[in-house]
């Protein structure tokens, strides 16, 4: 099974979340990255959602999706069309002998040190969910002392979605 990525356009409104993430747990998808934000209407959020699933069983949860009163549309997001990003902060243990392998790592990945003390630092990478796993490939040698993901977001590169491909 593949991994696919969706974009549910909702309303803005308490419970919705728990409805969408309980409609995939009752049909038996389990969800690897979720995420939520506003959109330009106030009135509509939108939750984009990676999991595993190929064939009628994905379309079964595209219809069941689409069927909610609290959604507006939902979105297919194919890799070939689509750009899909994430933002990882890393805190590293760091001293005086390792840190400037630390941030030759961090420069060649175009990332960000955000804080910074004797002890520690703080990383900001943000790109395609591959670049981050390259990335905590490359300081898996270090002492990492805390990751947080926020999981992938995507957008469609066509000017026209078309949600009838959904």
């Known amino acids: 099974m593949a ?6 356009f909702v309303e803005n409104q308490s419970n919705v979340l728990t409805r969408i993430s309980s409609l995939f747990g009752r049909r038996g998808f389990n969800i690897d990255s ?3 934000s506003t959109t330009d209407d106030p009135k509509i959020s939108r939750i984009t959602v990676v999991f595993e699933g190929s064939g009628q069983k ?3 949860i595209l219809t069941q999706t689409e069927k909610l009163e609290i959604v507006k549309e939902v979105r297919l ?4 069309e689509s750009l899909f990003r994430e933002l990882l902060l890393l805190k590293i243990a760091c001293d005086k002998y390792n840190r400037a392998g630390i941030v030759q790592i ?3 990945y175009r990332g960000k040190i955000i804080s910074l003390n004797k002890e520690c630092m703080i990383i900001e990478l943000t790109g395609a969910p591959e670049k981050i796993d390259g990335f905590l490939d490359m ?3 270090y002492e990492i002392m805390e990751i947080c993901r926020t999981g992938i977001t995507g957008i469609s590169r066509n000017a026209i979605v078309d949600s009838e491909d959904v």
């Open 77 to 80: 997001l194919k890799k070939s």
């Open 34 to 36: 979720l995420t939520v």
């Open 106 to 108: 961090v420069d060649i």
């Open 58 to 60: 994905l379309q079964q």
């Open 139 to 141: 300081v898996s040698c």
């Open 3 to 8: 991994k696919e990525v969706i974009s549910i």
